[in-house]
């Protein structure tokens, strides 16, 4: 089983001010047509998830782009450039190269 | 508009069974995988099941091997997930996701 490890686990950040959260995998997420298999998901309070991002950095659509994703290997980041309240909540990274397998999360609160 | 809409969750004891269902609109249903994801209170996200467009093939969690079945009617736009054998490990709320759409999840509780 793949592991996901997200640091930090939670983050307090200032609106307007840049936030950043990492995720590790425990084997490369690169696959066999030369994708990576990495997707970031937001968790507001009381919603279910909503995709932000996949293939590591291609926003959703409709998503702002103040996120960005980056990243290779087993080795990505998360970036908002600048935090509004309407972003706070659990950001969870996630894996499909083998199966499906969610980071633990790290929450973002002002 | 994309809706996935989850139904089926109820409060049973250990040992039994229940049904759980998702309606799907607002795009081709039957040429899209689907999966259940579940998340316990409180907890992160587990992905509980896999099923391809033709159900061809499916996976399972190996926490839920064994006692879910995953199914899906692509005439009626729905996903399908019978639960056996429930435990109050298998406590939560239970999604139905495309992994781009997700629905707002059914409540299933395990308790004596």
């Known amino acids: 089983e793949i592991v996901m490890t997200q640091t930090p686990l939670s983050l307090s950040v200032t609106p307007g001010h840049p936030a950043s959260m990492s995720c590790k995998s425990s084997?490369?997420?690169?696959?066999?047509?030369?994708?990576?298999?990495l997707y970031w998901y937001l968790q507001k309070p009381g919603q279910p998830p909503q995709l932000l991002m996949y293939?590591?950095?291609t926003r959703f659509s409709g998503v702002s782009d103040r996120f960005s994703g980056s990243g290779s290997g087993t080795d990505f980041t998360l970036k908002i450039s600048r935090v509004q309240a309407e972003d706070v909540g659990v950001y969870y990274c996630?894996?499909?190269?083998?199966?499906?397998?969610f980071g633990g999360g790290t929450k973002v609160e002002i | 508009e994309v809706q996935l809409v989850e139904s089926g969750g109820a409060l049973v004891r250990p040992g039994e069974s229940l049904r759980l269902s998702c309606a799907v609109s607002?795009?081709?249903?039957?040429?899209?995988?689907i999966n259940w994801v579940r998340q316990a209170p409180e907890k992160g996200l587990e992905w509980v099941s896999y099923?391809?467009?033709?159900?061809?093939?499916?996976h399972y969690a190996n926490s839920v091997k064994g006692r879910f079945t995953i199914s899906r009617d692509n005439d009626k736009n729905s996903l399908y997930l019978q639960m056996n054998s429930l435990t109050p490990d298998d406590t939560a709320i239970y999604y139905c996701?495309?992994?781009?759409?997700w629905g707002h999840g059914t409540l299933v509780s395990v308790s004596s």
């Open positions: 996701t495309t992994m781009d759409y």
């Open positions: 607002g795009f081709t249903f039957s040429s899209y995988s």
């Open positions: 099923i391809s467009s033709s159900s061809s093939t499916i």
């Open positions: 084997q490369s997420l690169l696959n066999k047509d030369g994708k990576t298999s």
């Open positions: 293939e590591v950095s």
């Open positions: 996630m894996q499909s190269l083998q199966f499906i397998t």
